[in-house]
Antibody, heavy 126, light 110 residues
Framework: EVQLLESGGGLVQPGGSLRLSCAAS????????MNWVRQAPGKGLEWVSS????????YYADSVKGRFTISRDNSKTMLWLQMNSLRADDTAVYFC???????????????????WGQGTLVTVSS | QSALTQPASVSGSPGQSITISCTGT?????????VSWYQQHPGKVPKLVIY???NRPSGVSHRFSGSKSGNTASLTISGLQAEDEADYYC??????????FGTGTKVTVL
């Protein structure tokens, strides 16, 4: 059974930093791209970032480019999102999500998010 | 990248069919068949119900179906049931190597 467990959320001041973690289990982690998706309170889903199974080819939404960095360690089956220069509009629940198709399938690394974690809440406020 | 456009709400009676539209551009929905649909019950995690425009993951009811014409994708729920009451989001890969979600549709079972 695929399990994704996010952690690291909390309250941070504007301009501050936070590092989110996602512990993965139940599948061959290195075979799948991983994504971060966020949802502001009472709002819709917003894709944040993706990374291929090998750890290359990171992609970012324009809203976080230059401020957030996605990374992974396949030996530890861990995914991270380093968030810097945080703003009030970054307040959201952050989900990590595994794609449906493995890396060599030819599908882009950020489509068809098959499995989701429970999310971790990030609140940016003074 | 602007969000894909969905109706804010759609409603139907039990047993009826409803269709949710998802309108994008030639840079996203119209460019690829990488359209997905997600169901999210209040306080719950999103669940993939349609991928590749019209495919259902294992375990998803056959009452869910998808289609696409030009820049608009659609999700149809037939034989509407109380458990289908939820928020639904479409998503599409874009020519900028990003993923864009729809604005979301609240489905109400009358």
């Amino acid at each position: 059974e695929v399990q994704l467990l996010e952690s690291g959320g909390g309250l941070v001041q504007p301009g501050g930093s936070l590092r989110l973690s996602c512990a993965a289990s139940g599948f061959t982690f290195s075979n799948y791209a991983m994504n971060w998706v966020r949802q502001a309170p009472g709002k819709g889903l917003e894709w944040v970032s993706s990374i291929s199974g090998s750890g290359g080819s990171p992609y970012y939404a324009d809203s976080v480019k230059g401020r957030f960095t996605i990374s992974r360690d396949n030996s530890k089956t861990m995914l991270w999102l380093q968030m810097n220069s945080l703003r009030a509009d970054d307040t959201a629940v952050y989900f990590c999500a595994k794609v449906r198709y493995f890396d060599s399938s030819g599908y882009p690394s950020l489509v068809h998010l098959q499995d989701w974690g429970q999310g971790t809440l990030v609140t940016v406020s003074s | 990248q602007s969000a894909l456009t969905q109706p804010a709400s759609v409603s139907g009676s039990p047993g009826q069919s409803i269709t949710i539209s998802c309108t994008g551009t030639s840079s996203d929905v119209g460019a690829y068949n990488y359209v997905s649909w997600y169901q999210q019950h209040p306080g719950k995690v999103p669940k993939l119900v349609i991928y590749d425009v019209n495919n259902r993951p294992s375990g998803v009811s056959h009452r869910f179906s998808g289609s696409k014409s030009g820049n608009t994708a659609s999700l149809t729920i037939s034989g509407l049931q109380a458990e289908d009451e939820a928020d639904y989001y479409c998503s599409s890969y874009t020519t900028s190597n990003t993923l864009v979600f729809g604005t979301g549709t609240k489905v109400t079972v009358l």
